[in-house]
């Protein structure tokens, strides 16, 4: 059984710099099984995708996130990160992992996804 679990601040200041971890457990990152996404939603929004890497480290990012973030991974920890950098009240939202077999660009309906973590909510707020 593959889980995941997004880990790191719940409180960002403005302008700063989002981090977050997802650890994945029951599947090997590297192994090529899965791609790697975060999705995130929005107070009284719905779901938006933000981007995805593969396991051999590439990347594919939302156009309307793509100057802001990057994902990569440790393979020695079995992670995935995000980084959301120059943050503002608007990215306020409850952060998503997810793993998928097939590699899913802009689609954020749960059904495509083989694998979701909890999600996290993260509050942009001075």
């Given at each position: 059984?593959?889980?995941l679990q997004?880990?790191g ?13 997802c650890?994945v457990?029951?599947?090997?990152i590297?192994?090529g ?5 975060w ?5 009284g ?7 995805v890497i ?36 608007e990215?306020t939202?409850v ?11 802009g ?17 942009v707020?001075s």
């Amino acid at each position: 059984q593959v889980q995941l679990q997004e880990s790191g601040p719940g409180l960002v200041k403005p302008s700063q710099t989002l981090s977050l971890t997802c650890t994945v457990s029951g599947a090997s990152i590297p192994t090529g099984l899965y791609y790697w996404a975060w999705i995130r939603q929005p107070p009284g929004k719905g779901p938006e995708w933000m981007g995805v890497i593969s396991s051999s480290g590439s990347t594919y990012y939302s156009p309307a996130l793509k100057i802001r973030t990057s994902i990569a991974r440790d393979t020695s920890k079995n992670q995935f990160t995000l980084q959301l950098l120059s943050v503002t009240p608007e990215d306020t939202a409850v952060y998503y992992c997810a793993a998928s077999k097939r590699l899913i660009i802009g689609a954020t309906a749960e059904h495509l996804y083989d694998y979701w973590g909890q999600g996290m909510q993260v509050t942009v707020s001075s």
